[in-house]
């Protein structure tokens, strides 16, 4: 059996789509229905249903993507270890939120650079676009909050980080902390809110988790409320430290501006509200050295965030 086909066949499976794998493989699309009509004319069997939007495989289908694709990645694992010993260079395409790729991400990978690496970061917000730039091929590995599903993933748990409600200390003081503490959200009526979008996703959120209630409840905080509304929550953090609110942001970003007494927690709740990272790749590709290193680095420095 002809190994491009089988390799065509393993990259329709995992796409769920002629023309994702098309993309992925560098063919045309029609090349890849052709050599799937092949393979199927070969074994006398379909191996994919045809709907309308993508394919799904029949029982032969799945049954040959579990025998085939484990030696496909093996044989690819060995191809890229022999361009590895040539001396090769690699570049290892990142897309992720901008605040969480240049504080985390780039520094547990900067020791990689000039070993064999290149660096490219596409910094992107929705989690949506980043991973149909990964299904494309424009990326190696994204790091999000959203866990895909479908066979065209890998997904790996990477870290989880606390989100802290913080404002300066002018707004922290007018701030009865006994109500905030007896779940009384009205106790920060009339402090302006600071978020990266307009649907308050980071403050929403955080009102369902420790106030247990709806922000849209309270008229002062509904969206078209929001003082300030920034791309980016290191804006969001800088924004909050001149005094222009409060905001909910991740403990990682804004620990050191709680340690020096910019911001202040206006509340400690005994179960914080997380939210999870995860690591994404196409499945499969953790067979290319360069990006299984960058995969396992990233691991054993979130074991430490």
């Known amino acids: 059996m002809d190994l491009a086909l089988l390799r065509t066949f393993v990259a329709v499976h995992r796409a769920g789509s002629f023309t994702r794998a098309a993309a992925l493989l560098g063919l045309s699309q029609p090349a890849v229905t052709s050599q799937i009509r092949t393979l199927e004319r070969q074994l006398g069997r379909p191996l994919f249903h045809r709907r309308a939007r993508g394919v ?8 040959l993507a579990h025998k085939a694709a484990p030696h496909l990645d093996a044989l690819l694992q060995i191809t890229e270890a022999e361009r590895e010993a040539a001396g090769a260079s690699r570049t290892l395409h990142l897309a992720g939120p901008p605040e969480f790729l ?26 949506e676009e980043t991973l149909d730039g990964l299904a494309a091929g424009h990326h190696d590995l994204v790091v999000t909050t959203a866990r895909p599903r479908g066979g065209l993933f890998a997904t790996t748990a990477l870290c989880d980080e606390e989100h802290v409600l913080v404002a300066a200390p002018y ?3 007018l701030v009865d902390p006994d109500r905030l503490r007896d779940k009384d959200p009205a106790a920060l009526d009339g402090i302006p809110l600071v978020e990266v979008h307009e649907s308050l996703p980071l403050v929403t959120r955080y009102w369902a988790s420790v106030f247990e209630t709806r922000l849209e409840a309270r008229p002062e905080t509904r969206p078209d409320a929001a003082t300030v509304v920034v791309p980016d929550l290191r804006a969001v953090l800088a924004c909050v430290r001149a005094g222009a609110g409060l905001a909910v942001l991740p403990r990682y970003l804004c620990q050191e501006a709680l340690d ?14 997380l939210r999870t990272w995860f690591l994404v790749v196409r499945t499969g590709s953790l067979a290319l050295a360069h990006l299984a290193r960058a995969h396992e680095r990233l691991l054993r420095a979130a074991a430490q965030w």
């Open 56 to 63: 799904t495989p029949t029982a032969v289908g799945d049954e």
């Open 102 to 127: 240049c504080l985390r991400v780039l520094p547990a990978l900067a020791p990689l650079v000039g070993q064999g690496h290149t660096l490219r970061t596409a910094l992107q917000t929705g989690a």
């Open 171 to 173: 707004w922290a003081a």
């Open 260 to 273: 020096h007494g910019h911001v202040v927690a206006l509340l400690e709740p005994p179960v914080p509200p």
